[in-house]
């Protein structure tokens, strides 16, 4: 199924990789990105495997292992939107 990001996620993940290049290095970042794409394509192939949020309806979430964000994602007949990514050191969502 198609992936695509709202404008809030497409901010997002460029602001992960800026952060993560910046504090960790260029290695980290790589290795982050990878997963997150690995995730992307996940939620495409797979995309009613993730739990649903609590009071967002039709919101699912993914959390990324070993990094700590998470994925949240709604569904539609012809494609899966990403909303948002979030540090889960943030307050919820």
């Known amino acids: 199924m198609k992936v695509e990001f709202s404008k809030r996620a497409a901010a997002d993940i460029q602001k992960v990789g800026t952060d993560s290049r910046r504090l960790f290095g260029d290695d980290v970042a790589a290795m982050l990105e990878a997963r997150f794409r690995k995730i992307f394509e996940q939620i495409g192939e797979l ?32 494609k899966v939107r990403i909303l948002h990514i979030r540090h889960t050191s943030r307050r919820p969502w």
């Open 47 to 78: 995309p009613d495997t993730a739990p649903n949020v609590e009071g967002r309806a039709g919101v699912h979430v993914l959390p990324l292992i070993r990094y700590p964000y998470k994925v949240f994602y709604r569904v539609f007949p012809d």
